[in-house]
């Protein structure tokens, strides 16, 4: 059963990820930051300089951020956000939407156009310090990025297009070539973030489709779990065993009169999964 545990009304509710004991979220058009303790049901709220699709964990204990601006070191115990790296100066109209590591602690993040209409939108790897572009294909909105548990397959998300890719990832960290993992129906949604769980089944959100499905290594519809609200954006696992889904939401694009008979949108909800996830490695800076 899906239980709204989070009313925080997110104009853009994204980037679910467990971290420690909380889950740590953004709305990205209030440039706000997010950890919610669900074991109280309280949190607490940073402001980013700028739109912010996402934290990760690193090893030296801080926060790295996906803001317009670039990657940034976020201090929690501050609330400072310090430039890291702009990885496309020449896009000023991009924005960086969505990230992950994998197990090596590299970071494998997208950015996109902010009006969502140009094809400016590229995957990067973060490794050693060092950005890289993928070398996939330029869409309008990436998504995603997820990898599976032996870090050998990447899954990139094309979300205008309605497509999920299955990339090999090669040992150096280069990758071989795409072929379509998902395709999602007329009428379904569209693509949003995805994830791994522990039996390297993939989890996707479905923008205007009221749910999020689950998808076998071979890329079958295998389960989906309906939402009460339209735009479900990504889901994470946490709690103590990793058993507990949470799914971020959105209120944008909703007119006033649609809102009415989804009074939840933009909350955080919480269901069983029936798996557990995976643990989130720290990035290697």
């Not at 303790?37 to 801080?62: F, K, M, N, R």
Request: glycine residues 12%; aromatic residues 8%.
């Amino acid at each position: 059963m899906v239980q709204s545990v989070f009313a925080v009304g997110a104009t853009l509710g994204e980037g679910p990820v467990w971290i420690g004991d909380a889950l740590w979220f953004v709305d990205i058009k209030a440039h706000r930051l997010y950890r919610f303790d669900p074991a109280t049901g309280t949190a607490q709220h940073w402001t980013a300089p700028d739109q912010i699709g996402w934290v990760l964990p690193t090893e030296s204990g801080d926060l790295l951020a996906g803001v317009k601006t670039g990657l940034h070191r976020f201090d929690p115990a501050t609330g400072a956000f310090t430039l890291f790296h702009d990885p496309e100066p020449h896009h000023p109209d991009n924005r960086l939407n969505d990230a992950t590591t994998d197990s090596r602690g590299r970071v494998w993040f997208g950015t996109m156009d902010d009006n969502e209409a140009g094809e400016t939108g590229r995957l990067h790897r973060l490794a050693d310090g060092t950005t890289q572009d993928s070398g996939l294909p330029p869409v309008a909105i990436t998504n995603g990025p997820a990898v599976s548990a032996d870090a050998t397959t990447l899954y990139h998300t094309d979300t205008l297009g309605k497509r999920i890719w299955r990339v090999p990832i090669n040992d150096d960290g280069t990758l071989g070539t795409p072929a379509v993992h998902v395709e999602i129906e007329d009428g379904a949604g569209h693509p949003d973030g995805c994830v791994i769980d522990s039996e390297n089944c993939l989890w996707t959100g479905l923008w205007g489709g009221w749910r999020v499905r689950r998808y076998d290594p071979a890329g079958a519809a295998i389960s989906e779990v309906r939402f009460p609200v339209s735009n479900i954006t990504k889901i994470a696992f946490g709690g103590a065993d990793l058993r507990t889904a949470y799914a971020t939401t959105a209120r944008k694009g909703i007119d006033p009169a649609a809102l009415a008979d989804q009074p939840e949108a933009g909350n955080v909800f919480a269901f069983d999964p029936g798996v557990a996830g995976l643990p989130v490695t720290p990035a290697k800076l």
